[in-house]
Structure formats: C-alpha cells, structure tokens
C-alpha cells in the first residue's frame, strides 16, 4: 500500500514538499499523472476509505447497543 507521502506527491500536494522550489517539478508531475487511471483510482480508494470508517463507526455502535441490552437485561 501506498503510504501519504507518495498518495500526496501523486495527488500534487505541495505541502509534502521539502523544497517549496521543486513545485515546478511537481506540477510535471501531476499533470503527467492526470493522462493515467491514477486520479479515477485515487477517487476510487478515498471513497472506500470513507465507507470503511463509517463501518467501523456502525461496527462501534452497534457493539455499545449491544452491551447496553446485555447489561439492562442481566439487571432484570
């Protein structure tokens, strides 16, 4: 898996920049990998991404709805 450094560069994030003088370079770049299935792929991982923690937000809720029947039904 790609780790955020190169998903920046990839995605021509300047901030990841070192050297704010290499932004020309960057741009190259960046407009080069906009010829490719690089963005559509990008698009593709961070909508997994957001579907994935909102999963596990689901996941983490019903989890506590289920402690809190089993705790409410052992009281009884």
Same mark, same amino acid.
């Given at each position: 898996? /790609?780790?955020?450094? &190169?998903?920046?560069? &990839?995605?021509?994030?300047?901030?990841?920049?070192?050297?704010? =003088?290499?932004? !020309?370079? /960057? @741009?190259?770049? !960046?407009?080069?990998?906009? @010829?490719?299935?690089?963005? /559509?792929?990008?698009?593709?991982? =961070?909508? !997994? @991404?957001?579907?994935?923690? @909102?999963?596990?937000?689901?996941?983490?809720?019903?989890?506590?709805?289920?402690? =809190? &029947?089993? /705790?409410?039904?052992?009281?009884?």
């Amino acid at each position: 898996m /790609l780790c955020k450094h &190169v998903r920046k560069i &990839v995605a021509g994030d300047a901030s990841i920049l070192y050297d704010r =003088n290499q932004k !020309s370079e /960057l @741009e190259k770049i !960046s407009n080069h990998l906009q @010829e490719t299935q690089i963005p /559509l792929l990008l698009l593709e991982i =961070n909508k !997994s @991404e957001d579907l994935l923690e @909102e999963a596990k937000r689901n996941v983490k809720k019903a989890k506590k709805n289920l402690e =809190n &029947v089993i /705790l409410n039904k052992s009281k009884q």
